[in-house]
């Protein structure tokens, strides 16, 4: 999550005066004080862990933490930023995660062959719990030393459990009144399906010393084997949290917000004696917001271990593997 510990100030900072600073700074240090080149270690510095080759932010402007590498091209401005004592990760990053996700899902509309039966009442379906797993290849790039965008493919696949009551009596009114026909129906559909993942998403963040904030906007589409439409999905979500070192430890820790909006179509095959109906079942996330926490370990400034559990109705579990360069 270091990959967080950006700071909109900087990039701020950097636009509205980069140059000036720069020069300025140039001639401060020509110019600087024994007493000030010799200034105590404030406590976030004192704070860095000293067996770690991943660089800490001390807040004092004129300590630049700059990489001479080929990828500084990017973020753009990150060598000012880099200069002025802000650390930046390191612009390019591709990542392997998996999510698991367990949540209950709202039935917006049931259609039997086309029609729809959740209206008159003729079908009940009070809700869906979905479970599904999730790979993800991510690669991402800093533009700027407070905005990043990525792309996502993956692949999924899950289960969607429901009780299922249906009266067909209001659709084949004279069929159902033949002695023998048992136009009720109370069951249970059990759906399992997989699909392909991809997506886009933008991340702005910033931080400062001890502490960061940040806020990711991300969508997707996957196209369900059992259904005619992609399933398409919003996720907005934003975090706060704390940089430094617990013992061994050199990451950040944090609490934060989930935005879930996702819509999908499931497609069911019910037979019925000789016949077989297509009962179709729109549903949506129930509830849209849940919590999170999670912590990353920065093992070096190109790798990196990220967890996250999500708490509340939707219950998830997170872990990425990250390699920046």
């Avoid at 400062?208 to 940040?214: A, C, I, L, Q, R």
């Avoid at 179509?265 to 996330?285: A, H, K, N, R, Y």
Wanted: with cysteine.
């Amino acid at each position: 999550m270091k990959n967080y510990k950006k700071t909109l100030l900087t990039g701020i900072l950097v636009l509205s005066c980069g140059s000036p600073l720069l020069a300025q700074q140039t001639n401060d240090k020509e110019a600087a004080s024994e007493a000030e080149q010799n200034q105590p270690a404030d406590a976030a510095t004192q704070r860095e862990n000293p067996s770690s080759s991943v660089p800490y932010e001390s807040g004092r402007v004129g300590e630049p933490n700059c990489e001479d590498r080929w990828s500084n091209f990017l973020p753009i401005l990150g060598k000012a930023a880099c200069e002025l004592g802000y650390v930046l990760p390191r612009p390019f990053g591709i990542s392997m995660g998996y999510m698991h996700q367990d949540q209950p899902f709202d039935v917006g509309g049931i259609f039997v062959n086309g029609i729809d039966v959740k209206t008159p009442g003729v079908a009940v379906v009070n809700e869906v719990q979905n479970e599904e797993s999730t790979y993800t290849l991510r690669a991402d790039v800093w533009i700027l030393p407070f905005w990043n965008i990525y792309g996502i493919l993956g692949q999924t696949s899950g289960q969607a459990i429901g009780p299922l009551m249906v009266s067909l009596e209001p659709v084949f009114p004279i069929l159902c009144k033949l002695p023998g026909n048992n136009c009720n129906v109370d069951t249970t559909f059990k759906l399992d399906y997989s699909a392909n993942v991809r997506g886009y998403g933008t991340t702005i963040a910033g931080g400062y010393k001890d502490f960061f904030g940040m806020i990711d906007f991300n969508w997707s589409t996957a196209d369900l084997d059992i259904s005619l439409t992609d399933a398409k999905a919003k996720v907005i979500s934003s975090r706060i949290g704390w940089n430094g070192k617990i013992g061994g430890f050199t990451g950040v820790l944090w609490v934060g917000v989930m935005y879930q909006d996702i819509s999908q179509t499931l497609d069911l095959p019910l037979d019925i004696g000789e016949d077989t109906l297509l009962v179709t079942i729109e549903q949506s996330t129930q509830e849209a917001y849940n919590y999170v926490i999670g912590g990353q370990w920065d093992i070096s400034r190109s790798f990196s271990v990220l967890a996250e559990i999500g708490m509340g109705k939707r219950k998830s579990q997170m872990l990425n593997l990250t390699y920046r360069f």
